[in-house]
């Protein structure tokens, strides 16, 4: 579909409207989700070196809960909020990709 087959629709930003031609990649596009902070994602490629909850747990928050080597670094993971280990998504020595959830906190 060329831009002039694309009709001419309205795109609110904050308080402003605008006037264009949305594509359909815009319009397939995966939407802005807030971090939750109750799940620990894996914001880097690498490998469980420990674990250091189990589920049930309590920790507080900035209490260490694993660790994660990556590049040749070994990655503290603090835990963001005081809660509950509700369920640890990961084992020792497991390769964990960019955006996996690792650790979900009650």
Do not use: A, M, N, W
């Given at each position: 579909m060329t831009n002039r087959e694309l009709?001419?629709?309205?795109l609110k930003i904050f308080h402003c409207v605008y006037k264009t031609?949305?594509?359909d990649?815009?319009?397939k596009r995966k939407l802005y989700q807030p971090v939750d902070p109750r799940k620990i994602i894996c914001f880097i490629p690498g490998t469980?070196?420990?674990i250091q909850v189990k589920e049930?747990?309590?920790v507080i928050e900035g209490s260490e809960i694993l660790?994660?080597?990556a590049m040749k670094m070994k990655n503290r993971i603090k835990s963001p909020?005081?809660?509950?280990v509700k369920s640890v998504n990961v084992s020792k020595g497991e390769k964990v990709m960019k955006g996996k959830l690792l650790i979900e906190i009650l």
């Open positions: 009709k001419i629709e309205e031609r949305l594509s990649k815009y319009r469980i070196v420990e049930g747990d309590h660790i994660l080597e909020v005081s809660g509950t």
